[in-house]
């Protein structure tokens, strides 16, 4: 059982572009989860999403950036018309209807 | 709303040597609590979790952790530091019967001296 997996894992764009952050959470595991870790800092909730739905994007900026978790494939953040404080690494976690979070390996963008 | 402290940016420790992490953490109601540990450019493991039972919960690679309802801490200890064990830790917790996500605390980076 392969885990979760982000890609890319490395991704550069300019101010302006947009950015897609790819996860596709285990096998078997229906809730989907992606936080932001700034630099020298802890990760930072952003939003749950179970298929085709967003359960909570409490921690989603109102601007630019939107999650989806489609029938098939993989969940997709998406921030657009990016900026240098985008910098940062986004994790997403995946997990069952009742049992702890596993995590990817992430995606770190870079905004130049 | 729930919130998790982590006092220490830093702790050293020598090899072979007893190691503790400390978290608080503020939540309504029963807290479910994790520790994960993330190495370099590398995302966050599964380390353990305390949901409900014995308050000394043991977990992958030797480490156990103590909750304590009276202190809400739930502190990260290994009787033996390896200097393998050198990384960042993070302390989580979520409330029972809310949304799922976890609220991290800022990290801890342990280092183990040779």
């Known amino acids: 059982n392969a885990g979760v997996m982000q890609n890319p894992r490395h991704l550069v764009r300019r101010r302006g572009q947009e950015a897609r952050l790819r996860c596709s959470p285990m096998?078997?595991?229906?809730?989907v989860y992606w936080y932001r870790q700034l630099p020298e800092e802890g990760l930072k909730f952003m939003v749950y999403l179970q298929k085709e739905n967003i359960i909570d994007e409490s921690g989603m900026p109102k601007e630019r950036f939107s999650a989806e978790f489609p029938k098939e494939g993989p969940s997709i953040l998406r921030i657009q018309q990016v900026v240098r404080g985008d910098s940062a690494a986004y994790f997403c976690?995946?997990?069952?209807?009742?049992?702890?979070?596993?995590f990817g390996q992430g995606t770190r963008l870079t905004v130049v | 709303a729930q919130s998790v402290a982590q006092p220490e940016d830093q702790v050293n420790v020598a090899e072979g040597n007893p190691l503790t992490v400390k978290c608080t953490y503020s939540?309504?109601?029963?807290?479910?609590l994790f520790w994960y540990v993330q190495y370099p450019n590398r995302g966050l493991q599964f380390l353990l979790k305390?949901?409900?039972?014995?308050?000394l919960v043991k977990g992958s690679y030797g480490f156990e952790a103590e909750f304590n309802k009276s202190q809400t801490s739930f502190h990260l200890k290994k009787p033996s530091a390896l200097v393998s064990d050198s990384a960042l830790y993070f302390c989580?917790?979520?409330?029972?019967?809310?949304?799922?996500?976890?609220?991290f605390g800022s990290g801890t980076q342990l280092t183990v001296l040779p």
């Open positions: 989580a917790v979520r409330a029972p019967g809310s949304a799922r996500q976890l609220t």
């Open positions: 976690a995946s997990s069952p209807p009742s049992s702890e979070a596993f």
């Open positions: 939540v309504s109601g029963n807290p479910y």
């Open positions: 305390y949901i409900t039972g014995d308050n």
């Open positions: 096998k078997g595991h229906s809730h």
